[in-house]
């Protein structure tokens, strides 16, 4: 039970900027928390639907749209928004695997790092201040879950692009079949339960922007980063929201 505590703490030490300094962080064993991965989505879209049912009788759905938006900015400490720069100027300026990895390691965000973060979070939020309010929550929800839980599939799929100093390094090439496996049962556990029948979209959408993206990172650069997991996170996001609007 201690171990299980442990991981679970890294997972959500790795994922969020939740406040436990409390907790000694060790990376070691970031590859066997990676199976619960799917338990942070958990969390933090059950903050997203508090907010919502906290707000939505008060406030227009564009407004607690936005609110959600930010809200699940600030506890990941923008990490997938970062993420999605930095791919984005990477795979948008780079000509070759050694710039594009340049890039990523780069601080300072370019043109199409900044038009990703606008069209992400502008996307994000109009898709869900449209989202019918009869499956918000469960929407929400799943696609929390299922955004980290494409981490492992990428990371038990590719290896790292770079040195296992990196994001990416810690957890690429390392993530066992059986975490893989406990982390899908996890996560599409959880979306049957909010979603039964109609779970099979938004199950669907996460399948193939995991195996595109995995396709296009293994092509481009010959594995993986922690920006990639980011990019990948913030389009499996989008694809969910969209299946919820989709009539």
Not at 59 to 84: K, M
Not at 211 to 235: E, H, M, N, P, V
Request: proline fraction near 4%; hydrophobic fraction near 50%.
């Amino acid at each position: 039970m201690k171990n299980i505590f442990q991981d679970i703490a890294a997972a959500f030490q790795f994922l969020t900027r939740l406040p436990l300094a409390w907790l000694p962080y060790h990376s070691d064993p970031l590859p066997r928390s990676a199976k619960y991965f799917p338990l942070v989505g958990l969390a933090i879209g059950a903050a997203d639907a508090g907010i919502y049912r906290l707000l939505s009788p008060h406030l227009p759905s564009l407004t607690v749209a936005l609110i959600i938006v930010i809200f699940s900015t600030l506890i990941t400490g923008g990490l997938h928004e970062d993420g999605l720069a930095d791919a984005a100027d990477a795979f948008g300026g780079g000509n070759s695997r050694d710039r594009m990895l340049e890039i990523m390691k780069d601080s300072r965000i370019g043109s199409y790092g900044a038009l990703a973060i606008i069209f992400s979070v502008t996307g994000r939020t109009l898709l869900l201040a449209y989202l019918p309010s009869r499956i918000f929550i469960q929407t929400i929800i799943s696609a929390e879950v299922l955004s980290r839980w494409t981490i492992l599939p990428l990371s038990c799929a590719l290896p790292a692009a770079r040195t296992n100093s990196s994001q990416g390094g810690r957890v690429a090439g390392k993530i066992s079949r059986l975490s893989l496996i406990i982390a899908t049962l996890i996560a599409f556990g959880i979306v049957s339960s909010l979603l039964h029948f109609s779970m099979w979209k938004p199950a669907v959408a996460v399948l193939m922007v995991t195996l595109l993206s995995g396709i296009y990172y293994k092509r481009r650069i010959g594995g993986i980063t922690g920006d990639c997991f980011g990019a990948t996170i913030q389009l499996t996001l989008i694809a969910i929201y969209l299946c919820g609007v989709w009539r």
